[in-house]
């Protein structure tokens, strides 16, 4: 997610610069594995439990998930990809391109899809995803996991599991990666 | 990252990166074209026309069907059809399309250079080149990529793997704008040109053609291509007063099954089509496994659609770096 | 200077002008014969829309110009004394002297010779089929033989149809990029080749229209120092624009014969220092906007002229403005017969007792060509936006002021 912020209007050439880590490597494997435990308790039995996970932010943290209820439950979640660049709502204004080609190799009908992001920012990639969906088939029911819910929603979209709820100002920066989850700037070189 | 350019007239306009860039996104398409309902609403509320001054109904097909399937209403202009009438004022019929308030018009016209006019008139439209004269063809050397990269693995990998690659772009290059698009594709990416036809098909001067090599002998290059590229013989464009008769071509150039077995295991043959069977290429031939030429017509699709959501899909892009 | 009627009376101080003159004030300015134009395209009678005699001449004379050579491949062609009389008699009222060129043969077709000796009967001296050149060798020789009986000059727009075929631009590098059917140097050289054979084998006099490329030049160089009766012209376009002017594809820079590269420029303007070339001919071929603004290989060729000639000979050749005058002026006058030496009053000298055909050239004048101004109908030409040195002030014809501070009068 952090990567499609950033092209958000962003000057050429800026720079990420890390001004403080909310969240350790640690952090974010404790949350990981509490967000598989709530999913697994939330949707008694997994049997119609599927995980998609955002290009490109989404995919990892998708995987670990399904890693962790595997171990935890037995069950073999299975983990599909979605690249939502063809459903945003605001094409031709800001640069996305497609990260990587949607992987969804199974019908997702009657379903329990749990959408997968790194950050929940305003909304909109989650709406365009939520459209991209659809083409695989009436899911029954779509849920929305995110390690980071930094504010500023747009539309109402709210998540169902959170690694973290973090306040941020508009102009601040969230990435996150295998190292943590760092607050910043971009700055212009 | 630079900008993508805001027209398509001619490979030229495109780097090594823009090339990248359209390839990666026509794998997001081909994805999309694989599903039960092959559409995305990317285009939705854009105008697409396609101006086809010159009759080929199977690019216009192709150009019109990727637009719908990123929702665009379509407009077409047909050659035959009254708005067209040879020696119309181009000025007045692009004058028209601004009126009109389309984004992107895609033209092919019998002479070389119509599109980079239209383009240097219009203010808010992309202007695509589907084939001028002799000049250029970009989107069908762009498919032609697409499909030798799958060939070689697909993404970034089979990119890398265009270094080097043996190539032999064979039959009227002279009277070719496919061939002028696939030397600058193909030498963008890394790879070795070799022309291959009668002297008297070749352009007048190969100035600035960025080609290793030129052979008037198709079988002294056959073993090393990697790639075969045939064109067509343009009767209609003037190739018959070239050669004596399309038999002494064939004996020369066409892609025979004797040739085609000297081919290397792994190399492949591409057409851009309609292929006349028993002159560029055997009937049989163009059926074995190494023939490419109906996954070219099944890539030229994700390409265009990855070609127009490019020059209309979104903004200025912007490149940014982790600290 | 004191211009009485249609004479020059007095070079140098004048006392006393006489009562009702009219003072054109010429500091700083050159006063020179009027120029002569050995190619201009007045595309009267059948293309109206794109110029007319009238209109022709008034750009002629907005550059300098005091006499013009009709060509012609008009509609119908100019190849018999009746269509000769009617562009004449439409030059009665016009603001230069227009003498015609009538056609080698009957409609320019190449394929028997017109009534040259009826056209010359109404003063016609310059005979060509220009617009294409005569592809029959066994009839050019005819026509070589019969213009010598008649004493007349036979002019030749070398092209080799075949070796030229559709070509819309110079074949080269960039016809080859560009995608455009070429016409090469050869179809040019091997006409004059031919014709300067033809002139060796017959004795005749012969004018080469528009040479453009080093080949053609080179030949007409060695033909002259053998001694034979050769004329030749250059236009402005090809020593001052290349074929790379074709790169955005716009047809205003697409000519016959073409722009050629680099190399050829300059041959060209060797051939106008060395005196291998003899006089710069505007080629002025106007044609309207609807009929030029087709696809580059649809367009016709041909590009205006008259009113940009003589600033760009002065402003991109390095020559002094006596040689470059003797290029438009007196040389011209002479091949075409418009000279004293012929009976006729252009191309000077300056003289008392001489035909006022008179104009006024301010040399560092600085003005840039604006399409939109030209006096012409059409509005073809390559140099719109070009910054030029050296203007016409004002002009003389037959001791008219036609021309006035650099606006037409009439």
């Known amino acids: 997610m952090a990567e499609r912020e950033r092209s958000h209007t962003r000057p050429r050439g800026a720079v990420f610069v890390p001004r403080a880590q909310v969240m350790s490597a640690a952090d974010v494997h404790r949350a990981t594995t509490r967000m598989a435990h709530e999913i697994a308790e939330r949707n008694r039995g997994l049997e119609r439990v599927v995980l998609v996970g955002l290009q490109t932010g989404g995919v990892s943290l998708a995987e670990q998930l399904a890693a962790t209820l595997a171990e935890v439950e037995g069950a073999s979640i299975p983990v599909g990809t979605l690249d939502v660049a063809f459903y945003r709502d605001d094409i031709g204004l800001r640069p996305v391109l497609p990260e990587a080609a949607t992987d969804i190799s199974f019908d997702l009908t009657g379903t329990t899809v749990v959408l997968?992001?790194?950050?929940?920012?305003?909304?909109?990639?989650?709406?365009?995803?939520?459209?991209?969906?659809?083409?695989?088939?009436?899911?029954?029911?779509?849920?929305?996991?995110?390690?980071?819910?930094?504010?500023?929603?747009?539309?109402?979209?709210?998540?169902?599991?959170?690694?973290?709820?973090?306040?941020?100002?508009?102009?601040?920066?969230?990435?996150?990666?295998?190292?943590?989850?760092?607050?910043g700037e971009l700055v212009t070189r | 990252m630079s900008p993508f350019p805001a027209h398509l007239l001619s490979m030229d306009d495109l780097s090594p990166d823009d090339i990248g860039q359209v390839l990666a996104v026509a794998d997001s398409f081909a994805e999309v074209g694989r599903r039960a309902n092959p559409k995305v609403p990317t285009l939705r509320g854009r105008t697409v026309a396609t101006l086809f001054f010159e009759d080929s109904t199977r690019t216009r097909l192709s150009f019109e069907t990727a637009a719908k399937r990123m929702s665009a209403d379509v407009l077409?202009?047909?050659?035959?059809?009254?708005?067209?009438?040879?020696?119309?004022?181009?000025?007045?019929?692009?004058?028209?399309?601004?009126?009109?308030?389309?984004?992107?018009?895609?033209?092919?016209?019998?002479?070389?250079?119509?599109?980079?006019?239209?383009?240097?008139?219009?203010?808010?439209?992309?202007?695509?080149?589907?084939?001028?004269?002799?000049?250029?063809?970009?989107?069908?050397?762009?498919?032609?990529?697409?499909?030798?990269?799958?060939?070689?693995?697909?993404?970034?990998?089979?990119?890398?793997?265009?270094?080097?690659?043996?190539?032999?772009?064979?039959?009227?290059?002279?009277?070719?704008?496919?061939?002028?698009?696939?030397?600058?594709?193909?030498?963008?990416?890394?790879?070795?040109?070799?022309?291959?036809?009668?002297?008297?098909?070749?352009?007048?001067?190969?100035?600035?053609?960025?080609?290793?090599?030129?052979?008037?002998?198709?079988?002294?290059?056959?073993?090393?291509?990697?790639?075969?590229?045939?064109?067509?013989?343009?009767?209609?464009?003037?190739?018959?007063?070239?050669?004596?008769?399309?038999?002494?071509?064939?004996?020369?150039?066409?892609?025979?099954?004797?040739?085609?077995?000297?081919?290397?295991?792994?190399?492949?043959?591409?057409?851009?089509?309609?292929?006349?069977?028993?002159?560029?290429?055997?009937?049989?031939?163009?059926?074995?496994?190494?023939?490419?030429?109906?996954?070219?017509?099944?890539?030229?699709?994700?390409?265009?659609?990855?070609?127009?959501?490019?020059?209309?899909?979104?903004?200025?892009?912007?490149?940014?770096?982790?600290? | 200077m004191l211009v009485v009627g249609d004479r020059v009376v007095e070079v140098g101080t004048v006392d006393a002008p006489p009562k009702g003159s009219v003072e054109l004030d010429a500091a700083g300015c050159v006063v020179a014969p009027g120029l002569v134009d050995l190619h201009t395209h007045l595309r009267q009678p059948g293309r109206e829309e794109s110029e007319t005699v009238a209109t022709g001449a008034r750009a002629a004379s907005l550059g300098g110009f005091t006499a013009v050579v009709a060509m012609p491949n008009t509609e119908p062609a100019l190849d018999s004394a009746e269509s000769v009389r009617n562009v004449l008699d439409l030059a009665t009222a016009a603001t230069a002297e227009v003498a015609v060129a009538g056609a080698i043969s009957v409609g320019r077709e190449g394929l028997r010779l017109a009534p040259m000796a009826e056209m010359a009967q109404l003063g016609v001296r310059l005979f060509t089929d220009d617009g294409a050149g005569v592809q029959s060798a066994g009839l050019m020789r005819r026509a070589l033989e019969y213009a010598t009986g008649l004493g007349v000059t036979l002019a030749q727009h070398c092209e080799d149809a075949t070796l030229a075929a559709d070509g819309a631009m110079h074949e080269g590098g960039w016809s080859s990029r560009l995608g455009i059917p070429g016409t090469p140097a050869l179809a040019e050289e091997v006409m004059v080749a031919r014709d300067l054979a033809l002139v060796r084998a017959t004795?005749?006099?012969?004018?080469?229209?528009?040479?453009?490329?080093?080949?053609?030049?080179?030949?007409?160089?060695?033909?002259?120092?053998?001694?034979?009766?050769?004329?030749?012209?250059?236009?402005?376009?090809?020593?001052?624009?290349?074929?790379?002017?074709?790169?955005?594809?716009?047809?205003?820079?697409?000519?016959?014969?073409?722009?050629?590269?680099?190399?050829?420029?300059?041959?060209?303007?060797?051939?106008?220092?060395?005196?291998?070339?003899?006089?710069?001919?505007?080629?002025?071929?106007?044609?309207?906007?609807?009929?030029?603004?087709?696809?580059?290989?649809?367009?016709?060729?041909?590009?205006?002229?008259?009113?940009?000639?003589?600033?760009?000979?002065?402003?991109?050749?390095?020559?002094?403005?006596?040689?470059?005058?003797?290029?438009?002026?007196?040389?011209?006058?002479?091949?075409?017969?418009?000279?004293?030496?012929?009976?006729?009053?252009?191309?000077?000298?300056?003289?008392?007792?001489?035909?006022?055909?008179?104009?006024?050239?301010?040399?560092?004048?600085?003005?840039?060509?604006d399409p939109s101004a030209l006096a012409s109908r059409s509005r073809n030409t390559p140099y719109g936006g070009r910054k030029l040195t050296g203007r016409v002030r004002h002009t003389l014809f037959r001791g008219e002021p036609v021309v006035v501070d650099g606006e037409a009068r009439r």
């Open chain 1, 116 to 183: 997968v992001d790194d950050v929940l920012f305003t909304g909109r990639t989650i709406r365009a995803a939520l459209n991209a969906l659809g083409e695989y088939g009436r899911a029954q029911v779509v849920e929305l996991a995110v390690m980071v819910d930094r504010g500023h929603r747009e539309l109402p979209i709210r998540p169902d599991y959170v690694g973290k709820n973090l306040p941020t100002r508009r102009d601040e920066m969230v990435d996150v990666s295998a190292d943590g989850v760092s607050l």
């Open chain 3, 203 to 369: 004795g005749a006099r012969i004018h080469f229209l528009h040479l453009s490329t080093a080949g053609s030049i080179e030949l007409v160089r060695r033909a002259k120092a053998d001694g034979l009766d050769v004329t030749a012209e250059a236009a402005p376009h090809h020593f001052t624009l290349t074929d790379a002017c074709a790169a955005g594809y716009d047809p205003v820079f697409k000519v016959s014969p073409p722009l050629r590269p680099a190399s050829d420029v300059a041959a060209v303007k060797a051939g106008l220092t060395d005196g291998t070339i003899d006089a710069i001919a505007t080629d002025h071929a106007p044609h309207a906007p609807e009929v030029k603004d087709l696809p580059f290989d649809q367009a016709p060729p041909g590009m205006l002229g008259l009113q940009t000639a003589l600033a760009l000979a002065l402003t991109e050749l390095d020559l002094p403005l006596a040689r470059i005058l003797a290029l438009m002026s007196w040389q011209p006058a002479a091949i075409c017969r418009l000279d004293p030496a012929h009976g006729g009053g252009q191309g000077g000298p300056v003289a008392p007792g001489a035909m006022a055909n008179l104009c006024v050239i301010d040399p560092g004048a600085v003005w840039t060509v």
């Open chain 2, 76 to 323: 077409s202009f047909a050659a035959g059809s009254s708005s067209l009438k040879k020696g119309e004022s181009l000025r007045d019929t692009v004058e028209t399309i601004e009126a009109i308030g389309i984004d992107a018009v895609i033209i092919r016209h019998a002479s070389s250079g119509v599109p980079a006019r239209v383009a240097q008139w219009v203010d808010h439209c992309s202007v695509v080149n589907a084939g001028d004269g002799w000049h250029q063809h970009p989107t069908q050397a762009l498919l032609d990529l697409y499909t030798v990269r799958q060939a070689l693995g697909g993404g970034d990998a089979g990119l890398t793997r265009f270094e080097g690659l043996q190539v032999l772009i064979v039959g009227d290059v002279r009277h070719s704008r496919v061939a002028r698009s696939q030397v600058t594709a193909y030498a963008a990416l890394g790879a070795e040109v070799t022309l291959v036809a009668p002297a008297t098909l070749l352009p007048p001067s190969l100035e600035g053609w960025p080609v290793v090599a030129v052979s008037h002998r198709l079988d002294d290059v056959l073993e090393k291509a990697d790639v075969v590229s045939l064109l067509r013989v343009q009767s209609e464009r003037g190739s018959g007063a070239f050669v004596p008769t399309l038999r002494e071509y064939t004996a020369g150039f066409g892609l025979t099954a004797r040739r085609a077995a000297q081919l290397q295991p792994d190399a492949v043959i591409l057409h851009p089509g309609p292929i006349v069977r028993g002159v560029e290429i055997a009937s049989d031939v163009a059926e074995l496994p190494a023939s490419l030429i109906t996954e070219q017509v099944s890539n030229g699709v994700a390409v265009r659609m990855a070609v127009l959501f490019l020059l209309l899909g979104q903004g200025p892009v912007e490149g940014v770096h982790r600290a």
